[in-house]
């Protein structure tokens, strides 16, 4: 083993988190994830369905954290803590989690070689705070342009994600696009590498589509559509549902499914209604992470209409399953869609063009063989060793 032991923080241990974690657990002898956690988020469960509280019910403890299958040498610790104002907005929660985390390792006396910040606040801020207490190397892995966004607000929260992108040894980017616009925000960083997200080849790989739509009981005949996300203003479902009405113009052999939930559930059922989509879109709600491969595999394309991305992860899910990828021009998407083999780019917010891209694939001879080959760049165990390479540098920088 070449790194004795890691300290990730993180906002939750599940998808990619767990994903990447159990992929570096081959190369490190022992990895402790610290996940904060607000226990007042439980009452959501008690609270009638709609809007924000949908979104308050993302945050449940079963819905941050999944333990199946943990490697022997990875501990998973969720740190309770009570606060009122939410994450993204809450200027004391920084400090909240860094006290807590400071006083739970200083009581388990434990030594790491790193400390790995997942996402900038309040994960990535407690991650460079917990690595000068303790004197230890501190990288914080940066995903999509949300930290521009919140430095957009001026004040605390430029000067907090000026802090966050200028103190830790090394910067991990999920994609040039999010490494260019640190640099807009932090003239001074440090060294910065760019590792995109990958997916499990073990789970995410080809079915028989026949298999896969029988299985969860879609019709055989049809063109079928999947978009898998949280159902959000910013993951662009409406847009896809508005562009649904140009696609049913043309062809009405189409099915557009949305696999997910979330608080943009009540407004999508409205604009369904109103557009008359009933036939055409479906809201499959959430489904277990065991069973998203065979909805990907369901799929003659995979559609993804975000506003704003870092690199996301479904898009390498689907391209494992050999999936055709029709995704917007945000974040890291370009970076990785670099071919017309591989999907189709649409200009953000664009229904029309979303549409006429859908028409366009659905009509398309795609070699799934050549999607699936390409996708085993992005592999986990591949993401790992590049994040090790990392992990090196540091350390021999600190020598």
Known sequence: MDIGRLLVIAPFYRFYIKHWVEALSKYIEEIVVLVHYNPLVELSKVIP???????VRLFTKENLIDTNNTPQNVKIQVVPMYYLIPDGRNKRLGNLVTKKFIDYLKK??????????????????????????????????????????????????????????????????????????????????????????GFNPTMFYPLPQKHAREALGLPINKKIIVC????????????????????????????????????????????????????????????????????MNSADIFVLPSLSEGNPTVMFEALGCGVPFVGTKVGGVPEIITSNEYGLLVDPGNPEDLAEKIMKALDLDWDREKIHEYAQRFTWDRIARETLKVYKEVLKDQQ
């Open 49 to 55: 369905v709609g809007g924000y509280i949908d979104w």
């Open 108 to 197: 388990e006396n434990t030594n790491f070689d790193i400390v790995h910040g997942q996402f900038r606040w309040p994960s990535g801020y407690a991650a460079i705070n917990i690595g000068e207490y303790f004197n230890i190397p501190k990288i914080v892995t940066i995903h999509g342009l949300g930290f521009y966004y919140v430095a957009q607000r001026g004040g605390f929260w430029l000067k907090i994600m000026k802090y966050i992108l200028s103190k830790p040894d090394h910067i991990i980017a999920s994609s040039n696009n999010t490494a260019k616009y640190i640099k807009k925000i932090c003239h001074k960083t440090p060294p910065i590498t760019v590792i995109p997200n």
């Open 228 to 295: 898998v996300g949280n159902l959000a203003k910013i993951k662009g479902q409406h847009i896809l549902v508005n562009a649904m009405k140009y696609v049913i113009k043309e062809r009405q052999d189409v099915l557009c499914i949305l696999v997910g939930d979330g608080q943009l559930k009540k407004e999508l059922k409205k604009l369904i209604k109103n557009l008359n989509l009933q036939e055409y879109v479906f809201l499959a709600g959430k489904v277990p992470h065991q069973e998203v491969p065979l909805w």
